[in-house]
């Protein structure tokens, strides 16, 4: 059993799409379909400004460039490298706070001690899709002259009161990996708050071209989504209801089955959950190891997924120190999530993680009463 597995569409409908670049002979560039799956996409999500990219990591680079942040960003380490290496790649220091025990999420009161005199931008992570404290952010970012970049790779399913959660900050950068709830294969895009800096980032993405004069006016590179990957956006784009019903109905099994036994992220009762992931968090290391060789003997694949904590990693030690992110790091497990899961599946999974936890059961009820 795969911990993940990329939804595959109606494989008819993506000829269909290919069919149509092969007679346009139009293959990237803002073509057609790449037009076509922004407006969608902005549609659904009920976001405006959305501009589409070749990947995750490109959409956070975006976001840092059309924002001009320089000098250091608070961000977390208890997050994929991307939240980290972008900025570090693009000479802006991370600069770490903790997260919240319970959220998982960057501790809004931690925020403030992790500022230095270079700081221009917060970079939070709604980690696995669970929104981090907007109002909060929000305050401090005002309070200090900052940026807010969202890094919501793991949102686009994620609903809070009813709304997308990709319109907050000044930027959302969003993945769509293969992996993702939504993927384009290869993909991502930027949710921008303010007309004139997404305009500028339009042109960013094509090497700094006005699209009217042709004039190189904007320091630019080339972040820009094929015509290949707008087509799969497309056709999985048709069937997203389906992939997120399927896959919040599997996560409700598991918080049914594991919720009293295992450690998991606290999430307010105002969102849905956007069915990307289903994190746990063990009694301790040794438990966690022992739970993740029980299900990888029994063919059930989990990941570590985010180990380690970014802050005990030789690129990015000298950027701070943490203790719950290490904690929390040194006991997470990423359970199988994907369509190909039945509510079956689900059931073989949870009772495997009972047997691996059983000896530390006792121990793990005590700790959720501390923790
Ligand atoms: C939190 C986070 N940020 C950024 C990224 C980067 O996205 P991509 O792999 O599309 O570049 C990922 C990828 O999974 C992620 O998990």
Known sequence: ???????????????????????????????????????????YLGVRNLILVSNGSAALELAYHALDISGSVVTTPFSFPASSSV?????????????????????????????????????????YGNPVDDVRVSAIARRHGLRVIYDAAHCFGTRKAGRSILDQGDASAI???????????????????????CERARRMINFGFDAVTGDIVDLGTNLKMSEVHAAMG???????????????????????KLGDYVQCQRIDAEVTNGGGYMPIALADTATCERVYQHLGNLGIATRRYFHPSLDTT??????????????????????????????????????AVLAGIRDTAPRLVSLAGIV
């Open 314 to 351: 030789v690129p990015y030690a000298r950027f701070g120190t943490t203790r719950y992110s290490r904690d929390i790091a040194d006991r997470v497990l990423c359970l199988p999530l994907h369509t190909k899961l039945s509510p079956n599946d689900v059931e073989t999974v949870c009772t």
């Open 234 to 256: 497309l056709a999985v784009l048709d069937d997203v209801d389906y992939i997120l019903s399927h896959r919040r109905h599997l996560l409700a099994l598991y918080m049914h």
């Open 87 to 127: 900025p570090a790649w693009n000479g802006i220091d991370p600069s770490f706070a903790d997260i919240d025990p319970h959220t998982w999420n960057i501790d809004p009161d931690q925020i403030e001690s992790a500022i230095r005199s270079d700081t221009t931008a917060i970079s939070p992570v709604h980690v």
């Open 175 to 197: 993945s769509f990996h293969a992996t993702k709830t939504f993927h384009t294969i290869e993909g991502g895009a930027v949710i921008f708050r303010d007309d004139a800096i």
């Open 1 to 43: 059993m795969e911990v993940t597995s990329s939804y595959l569409p109606s494989l008819q409908k993506y000829v269909g799409y290919l069919e149509g670049i092969y007679a346009r002979c139009r293959l990237t560039n803002n073509g057609p379909l790449a037009c076509e799956l922004a407006a969608r996409l902005e549609d």
